[in-house]
């Protein structure tokens, strides 16, 4: 298992990657690996992680990365490897720990990313993410070697960043507290529709009429100078929009 790398050094975000099989080495995953000690074997590994070919697409609700949710590309064995998944949550962590992401690559790579409910930014502390690495990889040798999966797999296991797409309204009110940066459809004044961008906090969520009223957040974008608060106007400020019309929202870190 290689050492934790941080994607967002402002929010706790861990992540570790190791292979699963006992074939392992410097070869792609499927591939037979070359005889190497362990430090030379990860190293080489490393160098050859091939990295998450969506990585650069913009996000989405449920595009198995940061916009969460469970994406499996018509892979024969990743139903399998996404239960073996949800058995080890079940098996050997809480209610807390849950599976934010979940996606496969035909490449035999596995990107799992866990959220902490009772964690502040949904992020686990890296031993949590050490311990459930070790437990997956465990799990999948098993299967492997039962020939319910017939390659060796690459794991990728890490823990959503400030990055993650909230689901509107269904993440609204968890993180009510917190300022989030949101893109917006608002009619201007000759009725076109603009897409705008705010810093806010949730005031009120409407579930019934389907919007939500907004506030600005007390963060340096929305002071009028550095160090300076908001001025009353601001502070009274609102903007209501529908579910709809939110057409992205993240947490925001000042």
Known sequence: MLLP?????????????????????GADPGEAGADEGEDGEAEEWEAEWEEDE????????????????????????GAR???????VLA??????IAMFAFKVSPKGYVYVRLDKL???YGCPDIEEIENFNRLYKQKLDEIIERGEIPLDLALEISSPGAERLLKVPDDLDRFKDMAMRVQYLAEGDDLAVDQMDGIFLLKSVDIQAEHCVWKLADVNENRAGKGRPLNKKQRDWRLQTSFEAVRKATLYLD
């Open 5 to 25: 790398a941080s994607r967002a050094a402002a929010v706790p975000v861990a992540q570790t990657r190791s292979l699963a099989s006992k074939a392992q080495g």
């Open 91 to 96: 098996e050997h962590f809480g209610d807390d």
């Open 118 to 120: 009772t964690n502040r």
């Open 81 to 87: 490897a996404l239960a073996a998944a949800e058995e």
């Open 54 to 77: 969506d990585e650069q697409a913009d996000p989405e609700i449920g595009d198995g990365g940061n916009g969460g949710g469970v994406v499996l590309r018509d892979v024969k064995w």
